[in-house]
């Protein structure tokens, strides 16, 4: 079965500073995982995806995240947060084959960005 | 661009009250999805369908029913509305084939049962 963590419901930055949103999975079939950004009152917008064509995938909006099989990670970054970064993220796992794209989703981060 | 729309931003229903909630998509996709998001708990399938008059029930698909009548139109229906059902619901659709292919989300309706 497949699962989502994500740590920490809310993160708070400074403008300028380091963005890193934790998302850790379990998966008994190879792994799809996204990334979804929330802005206030709107509904979810794909940021990146990761479909094991290349390990560090680049997003949108200069976000990042890297798929680490090990760590059983897939962590986002972005090396220099903006205002507009404010918004609940969210992690997602597909579940796999056969399954119409179903995909479970973490708990969301919270992200403030402190100017 | 994917666009998918829902009939309502806000709604306001009372206790007991049938409740519709409308879904449309304009890009042909064959897969459709109905959740719910509370906080601390993310998105959470209400239910899934695949293709039109096909439905399959999601995690917490208890209080709800769904019609799909027309690919592009996926309802939602609370038979009798309760206050643990206020929410925000949100509508997704997605291609059918293919396991790396994203959803495509709505703005989301918020819906208060008092």
């Known amino acids: 079965a497949q699962s989502v963590t994500q740590l920490g419901s809310h993160v708070s930055v400074s403008e300028g500073a380091l963005v890193l949103l934790r998302c850790n999975y379990s998966s008994s079939v190879p792994p799809y995982l996204f990334w979804y950004v929330q802005y206030p009152n709107q509904g979810l917008q794909l940021l990146l995806k990761y479909t094991s064509a290349a390990t560090l995938v680049k997003g949108i909006n200069g976000f990042e995240a890297e798929f680490k099989k090990s760590e059983t990670s897939f962590h986002l970054t972005k090396p220099s947060a903006h205002m507009s970064d404010a918004a609940e993220y969210f992690c997602a796992v597909s579940k796999g084959n056969n399954q119409g794209g179903k995909l479970i989703f973490g708990q969301g981060t919270e992200l403030s960005v402190k100017p | 661009d994917v666009k998918v729309t829902q009939s309502s931003r806000y709604l306001v229903k009372r206790t007991g009250e049938k409740v519709f909630l409308e879904c449309v998509q304009d890009m042909d996709h064959e897969n459709m999805f109905w959740y719910r998001q509370d906080p601390g708990l993310g998105l959470r399938l209400i239910y899934f369908?695949?293709?039109?008059?096909?439905?399959e029930k999601g995690d917490i698909p208890e209080g709800y029913s769904v019609s799909r009548e027309k690919k592009e139109r996926f309802s939602l229906i609370l038979e009798s509305a309760s206050t643990n059902q206020t929410s925000m619901y949100l509508c997704?659709?997605?291609?059918?084939?293919?396991?790396?292919?994203?959803?495509?989300f709505g703005p989301g309706t918020r819906l208060t049962v008092t």
């Open positions: 369908s695949y293709d039109v008059k096909m439905k």
């Open positions: 997704a659709s997605r291609i059918g084939t293919g396991v790396s292919y994203e959803q495509y």
